[in-house]
């Protein structure tokens, strides 16, 4: 049975590293923010085409859009500080936000919801939310065009559930509490200098109980879309949690997350009579290539066998980015840390492609030159677009 959970949300910390540095300077002027656009995914194409399509055609964008709770001068001194005052950064964020047209918007760190919400009503959107536990006032959203899709029916992402399937003895739980035991095993780990908006729980990590607990959530929802024929699709968003030295977290996080979205496509499946597409976008919190982006991704070691990877993932996924014109150089730009941590997975088909992606900056391009966030970018990350391609069976 569906249902939908109490809204709970999460600590928020960025992943920081010395893994690839951009040079960073104050920026002097005062431009408007940059609104990327759609480009065709395979590059030499023409996503304006008047060759006629007879399928269905929607966009989604992905943006960490950075919780104004968490800007401080203190935690952005390379940040010009007029960018970082919610007026301007709000007013920044709305304007790329409406840019896009976009018929998804995922938004990670989303906080003030009411303010985005009443705003991007007034463009033909409606909104689904989730807050993080504790004190945190920042969560997870999915607006949606509904000139484009229908809502059919939503559900909630706690992973702190995880830690009650340690205490019910489930098979899920053994497999955490067998990860955890082992500690942080995940030699892509680099060492460096993390930088931290919030200072980790307290308690004991070598407590399965304690470790888990990190207030992480995501959300999840069925559309039917408007088109020429029926098909249903599952759009999801989550932020996944953000320390390095809790890759195994971060792991068991994902693992949850595939089980439940393989739940609830069985559900909506079941429910609606029809066969979904799965599209799950977010701040994952994790570089390509990791455990976490390899067990998303399907990527098995290659001691098992393809049968063996497919019982362990219960949902196998794809990137647009790495099938299309390969992971994005950063999505996260900071002095200690720039690299990518945002994705957009989706459930690989004959029905579903990809034909375009959001533009995306140069590692050297003035606009992140000082690093984010600044007048160009409002965020300390940048957004990241899909346009999907639906062909009827």
Request: with cysteine.
């Amino acid at each position: 049975m569906l249902k939908a959970l109490p809204p709970l949300p999460f600590h928020r910390l960025p992943v920081a590293s010395s893994k690839r540095r951009i040079r960073c300077s104050r920026m002097s002027t005062n431009p408007a923010p940059i609104c990327p656009k759609f480009i065709p995914a395979e590059g030499g194409g023409n996503i304006n085409s008047t060759s006629k399509f007879e399928g269905i055609r929607f966009s989604l964008v992905s943006y960490n859009i950075l919780a104004q709770v968490y800007v401080r001068s203190a935690l952005y001194p390379h940040s010009p500080s007029a960018c970082l005052k919610w007026k301007n950064r709000s007013d920044a964020v709305l304007t790329v936000l409406k840019s896009f047209g976009a018929d998804f918007l995922c938004l990670q760190e989303l906080d003030n919801e009411d303010f985005y919400k009443g705003n991007m009503e007034t463009e033909g959107y409606s909104s689904l939310y989730i807050q993080r536990s504790g004190q945190k006032r920042d969560g997870c959203g999915i607006f949606y065009k509904i000139s484009c899709a229908e809502l059919l029916v939503e559900d909630r992402i706690d992973y702190n559930e995880l830690v009650n399937s340690i205490k019910d003895g489930s098979s899920c739980g053994d497999d955490q509490n067998n990860t955890l035991a082992g500690g942080n095993n995940d030699s892509d780990l680099k060492s460096g200098s993390w930088s931290k908006k919030d200072s980790r729980d307290h308690g004991d990590l070598n407590d399965p109980y304690v470790r888990l607990k990190r207030d992480c959530v995501g959300i999840m929802a069925a559309f039917r879309l408007k088109g020429p024929f029926d098909h249903v699709v599952i759009v999801a968003t989550t932020h996944l949690y953000w320390d390095p030295e809790l890759a195994d977290v971060k792991l068991a996080q994902a693992k949850y997350l595939s089980s439940r979205l393989a739940e609830f496509r069985t559900q909506v499946s079941d429910r609606y009579d029809c066969v979904p597409s799965v599209i799950v976008a977010g701040d994952f919190n994790s570089v390509p290539g990791d455990k976490v982006y390899q067990y998303l991704t399907l990527r098995c070691p290659k001691s098992a066998t393809l049968v063996e990877c497919i019982e362990e993932h219960p949902i196998p996924l794809c990137s647009v980015h790495a099938s299309t014109r390969g992971e994005p150089r950063f999505t996260n730009c900071t002095p200690d840390f720039t690299d990518t941590l945002d994705y957009i997975f989706f459930s690989p088909s004959d029905r579903i492609k990809p034909v375009s992606i959001l533009e995306l900056p140069d590692a050297d391009s003035p606009s992140v030159v000082g690093c984010l966030p600044n007048y160009y970018h409002p965020s300390d990350h940048i957004p990241i677009g899909a346009e999907f391609e639906i062909t009827k069976d």
